[in-house]
């Protein structure tokens, strides 16, 4: 009953035309975010953080919100009609939505993508709405040892599960945390590694490296590949809205799929490193091996698109868990959004749901209305997507490269901003050449402080002697489980290696 409560107190909250407005606008940006292939919604949200430094954090994290969900969206619009998954986690709806497309079912197989998102969103939302204050109050009890152990399962998680391979995952996340001891020492107060630069003692600003590392790198590398997506105007022209809706009898058959589809891609967002890609993958698996037609999947399955659909909505809203109630950042998007908790003078953790209930739960709340309006603008505006996809081809590259400079920029109105920019966009150009993930990179060098914090007052706290965490229940369970995925992603990695070889 408390719950309803606090929501109805978020709703309130988003009654405001100001706010409505954001959250319809960062819908509408999110779409077409995620129409556009190769930038994602973590480069984004990085270009548009400079906007909301010192705004009202209510507004802004709404904007923001709004982006995330509207991009897991808008990723179906290229996948089905063009074979061109917008963002990662649109890669499964490729495998059975091009194939309905060229069957001529390219309506039906948006239209069951949109409602199947809707759904998986939005039980994606009530299931945060039930997890999300009670898991942080648990966590108002966590002292430094059980900090530690949650920081090291995360950097542990992301770099076992998140995909792209343990060792180039380890080489992210070490070079981030070395950046992240650039500054003050955390304890001592004494420069470390800042080379006699009296800029680099407040340590790598979070601002430039992100948008450096996401947003102009994607840039730098889409006029490299010189890769241009072509959209011809039947393709706009062949979408009508009455055959956008699928029959009630694939409703009705589809229903179960995305009920499932939604419960696992929200326990996987919720785990850090995981992501909306593998919850994608993972559902679209269970799909297939309790379909009686398996056969089907890959050659224009309804069930093929409802799946992915609803998994990599329901996943954005699970990795919100950690993130709120934790103050950990799961997946690269997610940590942009940490960053964008931190620039309008917010911690998310265990407190943000005490000292900041009126901002958790009026964005909680903004997850809802989001999802409805995502649902009539994936229905009703595919065409103007499209059309904008295809002018975008030749200004985008110029527009969002002009953001990220003025952006880095206005953040501090420092030149070595920009400088610093520069830098981390080559490092995103040789990450993505040499197939490194970015992600670990970033978490790290956001969390990287605050692992080194938790240990040395973990030290401090057991006079040394660090074998006295173990006397923790919660901090010996995730030393464990660390231990343990650490140790199958080094056996998986040696039998790779045995079998190349």
């Not at 081809?393 to 400079?405: G, K, R, S, Y």
């Not at 420092?414 to 050449?433: A, E, N, Q, R, Y």
């Amino acid at each position: 009953m408390e719950t309803l409560t606090l929501v109805l107190m978020g709703f309130k909250q988003c009654m405001n035309p100001y706010i409505i407005f954001l959250c319809l606008f960062g819908a509408v940006l999110g779409t077409l975010v995620g129409v556009l292939p190769g930038f994602g919604p973590a480069a984004c949200l990085a270009v548009l953080l400079p906007v909301i430094y010192g705004r009202d954090p209510l507004s802004s994290l709404v904007l923001l919100s709004g982006i995330f969900s509207g991009a897991m969206f808008g990723g179906m619009i290229t996948s089905i009609n063009l074979n061109i998954p917008g963002e990662n986690a649109s890669i499964v709806t490729t495998f059975d939505g091009y194939p309905l497309a060229r069957k001529g079912k390219a309506g039906v197989a948006m239209g069951i993508a949109a409602i199947s998102s809707f759904l998986g969103g939005t039980i994606g939302v009530i299931l945060l709405t039930l997890v999300g204050r009670p898991l942080a109050d648990y966590a108002l009890a966590f002292g430094p040892s059980e900090y530690f152990a949650i920081y090291l399962f995360t950097f542990v998680a992301i770099v076992t599960i998140g995909g792209k391979g343990f060792i180039p995952s380890c080489i992210s996340l070490i070079f981030g945390l070395l950046i992240s001891t650039v500054g003050l020492d955390v304890i001592s107060g004494s420069p470390r590694l800042t080379f006699g630069s009296v800029e680099l003692m407040a340590g790598i600003d979070f601002l430039p490296a992100v948008v450096g590392l996401f947003g102009l790198s994607e840039v730098v590398l889409s006029l490299l590949d010189g890769e241009r997506v072509k959209v011809s105007k039947n393709q706009i022209n062949q979408f009508h809205l009455k055959g956008m809706f699928p029959t009630v009898k694939n409703l009705l058959m589809c229903l179960p799929t995305v009920l499932r589809s939604a419960v696992i891609g929200f326990s996987v967002g919720a785990l850090p490193g995981a992501g909306a890609t593998i919850a994608t993958f993972l559902s679209y698996g269970t799909e297939k091996r309790l379909a009686k037609d398996k056969d089907s999947f890959g050659k224009g399955n309804i069930k093929g698109v409802a799946a992915p659909e609803s998994a990599n909505n329901a996943s954005a809203m699970g990795s919100y868990v950690p993130l709120l109630a934790l103050g950990i950042p799961g997946s690269a998007t997610s940590a942009v959004l940490l960053g964008a908790f931190v620039m309008v003078g917010i911690t998310p953790g265990p407190r943000l749901f005490t000292d900041h209930a009126d901002v958790a739960w009026g964005l909680i709340a903004s997850m809802y209305l989001g999802n409805i309006a995502l649902l009539i603008i994936n229905t009703a505006f595919i065409p103007l997507f499209l059309w904008l996809l295809r002018i975008s081809e030749n200004t985008m590259p110029v527009i969002v490269a002009t953001l990220c400079v003025i952006g880095s920029y206005s953040n501090q109105n420092m030149v070595s901003d920009i400088l610093l920019m520069l830098l981390f966009t080559v490092l995103g150009v040789f990450f993505k050449k040499l197939d490194i993930p970015p992600a670990p990179c970033i978490i790290a060098l956001v969390l990287g402080g605050d692992l080194e914090f938790a240990l040395r007052q973990t030290l401090e706290l057991f006079q040394g002697n660090f074998l006295l965490c173990f006397t923790k229940p919660i901090t010996t369970v995730l030393f464990i489980v660390s231990a343990i995925f650490i140790v199958n992603a080094v056996r998986k990695t040696v039998v790779m290696k045995v079998k190349n070889t």
